[in-house]
C-alpha cells in the first residue's frame, strides 16, 4: 500500500504543477492514494471549489487544508457537500465540513485526518485530544494525519504521541520541505513539513520582493504570486504494512518541470 502526500499547493502555478507531475508521480511510485493540501490554491489565497475540482481533475484523491480553508465563503457550502475535502477536525463541531475522511479503496480503508496546531495560530481545541476522539470513534486499515501548524517542537510532539497508533504523520502549513523523513520507533512515518508547491524563488510562495518589503517597513503590504515563476512540487510516498497499517519505507522528493523538453526531475532526499 502506498500514498503520495503532496505539499500546499500555491495558486493557479502550483495547481498546474499538480496537474503536469501528478499523473505520472502516481504511476512511478505505484500509489494506491494521493493526498493534496489546497488550502492556497486558489489565486489570492483560501480555496475555492474551482481550485479543488481542478486538483481532483488533476489525480488528487483527497484534499486537506489548514488555516486559509474557510477565507472563501464559496467554500463553506461545498465543504459540507463534498466530503473528500476535509478541513481541519479541531475547529468548532459546527463549522462547515468535516476533518475526517474514509476513504474506501475496497480491499482496504484508509481514514484521513486534518489537524491544525493551536502554537502561533488560531486557539482551537487541543489537537492532541482531538485526534484521541477521532481514534476512538473511527477505525481503518490505515490512517494518516495531516498535522496543519507552524511549530516544529508541536510537530514533533504529535508525531511521537501518535507514534505506533497511526501509520503516518505529515506537517504541513511552513513550506519548506525538512530533512527528517523517518519512520519513528513505533513504526509510524513522519516528516516536520512536506513543503510546497508552487514557485521556487519565493518566499514561501510569494514574491520575495513584497515579503522584504513587508519586513523592512512593518507596513501592509499585499502579498502576490508571480504565476510566471518556474514552481517545484514537494511530496512524500509512504508504503504501508496491512498486517499493522504500520510504515515499511518513506520516500522525500521534489519535482521540477522543464518547459523545454515538457519532462520532469525528480529529486530525492530521503528514502528509509
Not at 465563503?73 to 474514509?102: K, T
Not at 516536520?192 to 514574491?207: I, N
Not at 504570486?225 to 510504515?247: A, F, H, I, S
Request: aromatic fraction near 8%; proline fraction near 4%; charge should be negative.
Amino acid at each position: 500500500m502506498k500514498i503520495l502526500m503532496i505539499g500546499d499547493v500555491v495558486s493557479q502555478c502550483g495547481c498546474e504543477m499538480v496537474r503536469r507531475c501528478l499523473p505520472q508521480l502516481k504511476r512511478q511510485f505505484a500509489v494506491d492514494v494521493a493526498i493534496v493540501n489546497g488550502e492556497n490554491a486558489a489565486i489570492g489565497n483560501g480555496i475555492l471549489p474551482q481550485s479543488a475540482e481542478f486538483l481532483f481533475a488533476s489525480g488528487a484523491d483527497v484534499i486537506t487544508t489548514g488555516n486559509h480553508v474557510f477565507r472563501r465563503f464559496e467554500m463553506h457550502d461545498y465543504l459540507s457537500s463534498h466530503e473528500q475535502v476535509i478541513r481541519p477536525a479541531n475547529y468548532r463541531p459546527d463549522a462547515p465540513g468535516s476533518g475526517v475522511y474514509l476513504y474506501d479503496g475496497g480491499s482496504f480503508s484508509l481514514l484521513v485526518v486534518n489537524l491544525m496546531g493551536t502554537s502561533f495560530l488560531d486557539p482551537l481545541k487541543n489537537p492532541f485530544d482531538t485526534i484521541d476522539e477521532i481514534l476512538k470513534t473511527h477505525q481503518a486499515t490505515y490512517t494518516v494525519v495531516d498535522f496543519h501548524a507552524e511549530a516544529t517542537g508541536e510537530k514533533r510532539a504529535l508525531g511521537f504521541y501518535l507514534d505506533g497508533r497511526v501509520s503516518a504523520v505529515f506537517g504541513t502549513h511552513t513550506h519548506v520541505q525538512t530533512a527528517d523523513a523517518q519512520i519513528l520507533p513505533h513504526g509510524t512515518a513522519y516528516i516536520t513539513d512536506v513543503g510546497m508547491t508552487g514557485p521556487e524563488h519565493s518566499a514561501l510562495g510569494v514574491m520575495p520582493e513584497r515579503v522584504i518589503q513587508r519586513l523592512r517597513t512593518n507596513l501592509p503590504v499585499r502579498f502576490e504570486v508571480d504565476e510566471t515563476e518556474p514552481c517545484m512540487l514537494c511530496g512524500v510516498c509512504v508504503t504501508l504494512e496491512k498486517r499493522n497499517g504500520l510504515c515499511s519505507a518513506i520516500e522525500s522528493f521534489c519535482v521540477r518541470w522543464d518547459e523545454h523538453t515538457h519532462k520532469m526531475t525528480i529529486q530525492t532526499t530521503v528514502k528509509s
